[in-house]
């Protein structure tokens, strides 16, 4: 079973986007995104949405060039 955590460093690391750059994206702190994709903590009910809308694809928005 894949867990959110690695769901998330997978979608940063296949896009080359940093912890904060996916934090701003998901209006959290750089902090909380990195204590979840760390297992640190396990983010509330009403983050998830946002996560799983940053990491559900490349947003078409925020795509620069060289990524």
Known sequence: MIRLADDMLNWRLTYR???AEAA???NVSV???GN???ERFRPK???YHAIYWVISGPPHWWARPGR
Request: net charge negative.
């Open 24 to 26: 701003q994206l998901a």
């Open 17 to 19: 986007v940093t912890q």
């Open 45 to 47: 009910e009403d983050n």
């Open 31 to 33: 902090r909380s995104w």
């Open 36 to 38: 979840w994709e760390r």
